[in-house]
């Protein structure tokens, strides 16, 4: 990259990027990549490299780039009706239509959406939600949410808070003392490797049992989860847990809060995480997928015995003292509508189904006799590889070594884009649902030049 020409100048001087080593970029040491244009699975900088972009930004652009239909739906609301609010029942076109398509593909027993702009912020709604029902109530001191280890929620106070990844709690004051964080369904990072799948989920499960017992189920509102984990390591479920999960909740009457901000609208494969493992929640998170990223926009969708609690709690005290500038912004709406139907018309759902399998097997073939191979997993398209020092006793590389980022490093000049994930060697990809299967192999074969090149 040309690192002394205006734009990285300005970038240097004016821009406080976010989850970034400030002072290293800052004086041009790492200066990243400034981005030009996209097309389908690709985007290109602007000094004409094109990469396969094998995260789709930021797990979010489903439908892959450039599609026109979104940004002449973006385009035509902006001429028309750039905004309105959403405060005391004012809707538009776009934001009524979004909000029945996005009901359309919900579970069936959930009722209302509310829009915001993003998954941090749509986490910080569903806390306020929660604590507002149990006041409406009259259960007081029934506040506290149980989230999990390595589970990420957002970077706000409460979703940073729920967030279970030290990066995001370090020196910002958090987590606040209404959470709780219980074991992570890591199977591979497991104490005992002597524990099966189905035992694990046992003692997630039973540890679960234990918190809430230690704290009083009297005093926890919800329990929130991703239906898999993903930025603490792109991690399905072991065989059992949810099963073994919500009787627990249930049993003690505490809400699940189903975090679908990245499995949610096709990425495993099927429409949400939630159908896709059987779960039953009662607030379901949605952002990322829902308009590509093509405009910001999330949402927190309620379950039938949320929302009556939510009109009693009106009908007793008046309107419901909760909003943004921005909800359901026309823009975001308008991309959303366009964004669902061409989920539809090109048939992504299944295709992430089909072609998602195939990146995390073909990378497990790829990977096999690598020693320092420890895991490849995934689900729908969500892969991700874990790197070990020493494969037999399952030693971890020293973090210092920074030994993913160098491989992510490697494979950015091959042409593909990965991402180094937090907290462990893992190297992560969510490409766009459109990925087909040649484009797959470019992925696999990055990754394995890549590795080689790093550890030999």
């Not at 439908?63 to 002449?72: D, F, M, N, S, T």
């Not at 949400?272 to 999330?298: C, E, R, V, W």
């Amino acid at each position: 990259m040309l690192t002394n020409d205006q734009l990285a100048k300005w970038d240097r001087e004016s821009f406080l990027h976010p989850s970034t080593h400030l002072a290293q970029h800052a004086r041009g040491e790492a200066p990243g990549r400034i981005i030009k244009s996209a097309e389908g699975c690709f985007v290109t900088d602007r000094d004409g490299n094109r990469l396969l972009d094998a995260f789709a930004g930021l797990y979010c652009v489903n439908i892959g780039y450039g599609r026109k239909e979104v940004a002449e739906a973006i385009a035509e609301q902006a001429h028309e009706l750039a905004y309105y609010h959403a405060y005391v029942g004012h809707g538009t076109e776009a934001s009524i239509t979004l909000a029945h398509m996005v009901m359309e593909r919900a579970p069936a027993h959930m009722s209302k959406v509310y829009f915001g702009l993003g998954g941090s912020d749509a986490n910080e709604t569903n806390i306020k939600l929660v604590w507002y029902m149990n006041n409406i109530l009259g259960r007081p001191g029934k506040k506290k949410i149980i989230s999990r280890w390595r589970a990420y929620h957002g970077s706000g106070l409460m979703s940073g808070s729920l967030t279970g990844l030290s990066l995001f709690h370090q020196k910002f004051d958090l987590p606040f003392d209404t959470v709780r964080h219980t074991t992570s369904p890591y199977w591979f990072r497991r104490d005992d490797l002597g524990l099966t799948e189905e035992q694990f989920s046992a003692k997630c499960a039973a540890d679960l049992e234990e918190l809430i017992e230690a704290e009083g189920a009297d005093t926890i509102a919800a329990f929130i989860a991703e239906p898999m984990l993903g930025t603490g390591g792109i991690v399905p479920p072991p065989r059992g847990y949810w099963e073994a999960i919500e009787p627990i909740l249930q049993k003690s009457d505490i809400l699940l809060i189903a975090d679908e901000v990245v499995t949610g609208f096709g990425r495993l494969g099927t429409m949400f995480g939630s159908t896709h493992y059987g779960i039953t929640p009662d607030i379901m998170t949605i952002a990322k997928g829902l308009t590509s990223a093509y405009a910001p926009l999330s949402g927190t969708i309620v379950s039938d015995k949320v929302w009556k609690v939510l009109e009693q709690g009106t009908d007793e005290f008046g309107p419901l003292g909760h909003g943004w500038t921005y909800s359901a912004h026309p823009i975001g709406a308008a991309a959303g509508v366009a964004n669902l139907k061409l989920l539809d018309t090109m048939n992504l759902v299944a295709n992430a189904g089909d072609v998602g399998p195939y990146l995390t097997r073909t990378m497990a073939e790829a990977l096999a006799d690598h020693p320092n191979m420890g895991e490849v997993r995934g689900e729908g398209m969500l892969t991700a590889v874990e790197l070990v020092e020493d494969r037999e006793a399952r030693v971890f590389f020293d973090p210092a070594r920074k030994v993913v980022p160098q491989i992510v490093a490697a494979m950015g000049r091959r042409g593909v884009i990965a991402r180094a994930m937090p907290q462990g060697d893992i190297i992560g990809y969510a490409p766009p649902l459109c990925l087909s299967r040649e484009e797959a192999d470019t992925v696999v074969s990055a990754t394995a030049d890549a590795i080689r090149e790093v550890l030999g």
